[in-house]
């Protein structure tokens, strides 16, 4: 069995975490209205409308993002505001990067993500609802991050996430969408996830799923944000009937074990 050596990373709080380039915040819900209704509507753009929100995540792997200083972006980062999932903690977040977190947040694994990852999962975070576009098509930008990186690219401790769409498809009316993963690598049908997505080099075998031939969307150990690594932001989209309700699954969970986090940041508003 594979030796992993962890190392407990200390979250800033206070007068440091306002220092750091990206600022995160649990969901403030208006009265009435649950944080999981909060989040997902965070996400939702003109011509969008969001009902039916479930939530299978812990409380604290989930909300909202800032990025603090847009004068000083972060390389390849190219969201301002939007709304973040870990499979840790989200105060944890935040860089400089200066150690690893690896949080267990005790959830389960997801049963979807784990045939993409083609292992089993753990500390999974899952928001699903409906959601009704006015359009033609759906889509949203996205960064994934990864603390895997680069030390697991092509082992087991695959960590992957998701989008997940089911509903009419117009280009195939006979055929709806289910639960159509829509979180690919620009121009494939490839899944994002660490071992798809990554430096191009292969750190160690064992793992089902080992891709090396997309690093132009992989930027290493972004010092404004914990992670190890992350991908450059990336577009997630699909074809849609318009006025027709389809349902929507964000998902990110752990590959194997609890043990390296890792998050997916969407844009707010990009719906």
Same mark, same amino acid.
């Given at each position: 069995?594979?030796?992993? @050596?962890?190392?407990?990373?200390?979250?800033?709080?206070?007068?440091?975490?306002? +220092?750091?380039? @990206?600022?995160?915040?649990?969901? #403030?819900?208006?009265? !009435?209205?649950? $944080?999981?209704?909060?989040?997902?509507?965070?996400?939702?753009?003109?011509?969008?409308?969001?009902? %039916?929100?479930?939530?299978?995540?812990? /409380?604290?792997?989930?909300?909202?993002?800032?990025?603090?200083?847009?004068? +000083?972006?972060?390389?390849?980062?190219?969201?301002?505001? !939007?709304?973040?999932?870990?499979?840790?903690?989200?105060?944890?977040?935040?860089?400089?990067?200066?150690?690893?977190?690896? &949080? !267990?947040? !005790?959830?389960?694994?997801?049963?979807?993500?784990?045939?993409?990852?083609?292992? %089993?999962?753990?500390?999974?975070?899952?928001?699903?609802?409906?959601?009704?576009?006015?359009?033609?098509?759906?889509?949203?930008?996205?960064?994934?991050?990864? $603390?895997?990186? &680069?030390?697991?690219?092509?082992?087991?401790?695959?960590?992957?996430? +998701?989008?997940?769409?089911?509903? =009419?498809? =117009?280009?195939? =009316?006979?055929?709806?969408?289910?639960?159509?993963?829509?979180?690919?690598?620009?121009?494939?049908?490839?899944?994002?996830?660490?071992?798809?997505?990554?430096?191009?080099?292969?750190?160690?075998?064992?793992?089902?799923?080992?891709?090396?031939?997309?690093? $132009?969307?992989?930027?290493?150990?972004? =010092?404004?944000?914990?992670?190890?690594?992350?991908?450059?932001?990336?577009? +997630?989209?699909?074809?849609?009937? /318009?006025? #027709?309700?389809?349902?929507?699954?964000?998902?990110?969970?752990?590959?194997?074990?609890?043990?390296?986090?890792?998050?997916?940041?969407?844009?707010?508003?990009?719906?």
């Amino acid at each position: 069995m594979l030796i992993r @050596i962890l190392f407990l990373f200390l979250f800033v709080t206070g007068l440091g975490l306002q +220092a750091q380039p @990206i600022l995160v915040f649990p969901p #403030q819900p208006d009265v !009435g209205q649950t $944080e999981g209704e909060y989040f997902a509507q965070q996400l939702a753009g003109s011509g969008v409308e969001i009902t %039916n929100v479930d939530v299978t995540c812990n /409380p604290d792997s989930y909300g909202l993002f800032r990025n603090s200083n847009p004068d +000083a972006p972060i390389p390849n980062f190219g969201i301002e505001l !939007g709304v973040a999932m870990t499979t840790g903690y989200l105060e944890n977040v935040p860089g400089p990067s200066t150690g690893i977190v690896s &949080d !267990g947040v !005790g959830s389960p694994g997801d049963t979807d993500l784990a045939a993409i990852a083609q292992v %089993n999962t753990q500390d999974a975070c899952v928001i699903e609802f409906d959601i009704t576009p006015i359009g033609e098509t759906l889509s949203f930008r996205y960064v994934f991050g990864s $603390e895997e990186y &680069d030390s697991y690219v092509c082992s087991v401790f695959n960590d992957v996430f +998701a989008f997940l769409i089911t509903g =009419p498809d =117009p280009n195939d =009316p006979a055929t709806p969408y289910d639960k159509k993963n829509i979180a690919l690598i620009p121009g494939t049908d490839i899944p994002v996830a660490v071992s798809t997505v990554n430096d191009g080099n292969s750190d160690e075998g064992g793992g089902l799923v080992c891709i090396l031939d997309y690093a $132009e969307y992989y930027n290493d150990v972004i =010092p404004e944000i914990e992670f190890e690594g992350l991908t450059d932001t990336l577009t +997630a989209f699909v074809e849609v009937v /318009p006025c #027709q309700t389809y349902r929507l699954k964000l998902a990110i969970a752990d590959g194997v074990d609890s043990n390296l986090d890792s998050g997916v940041f969407i844009e707010a508003g990009s719906f």
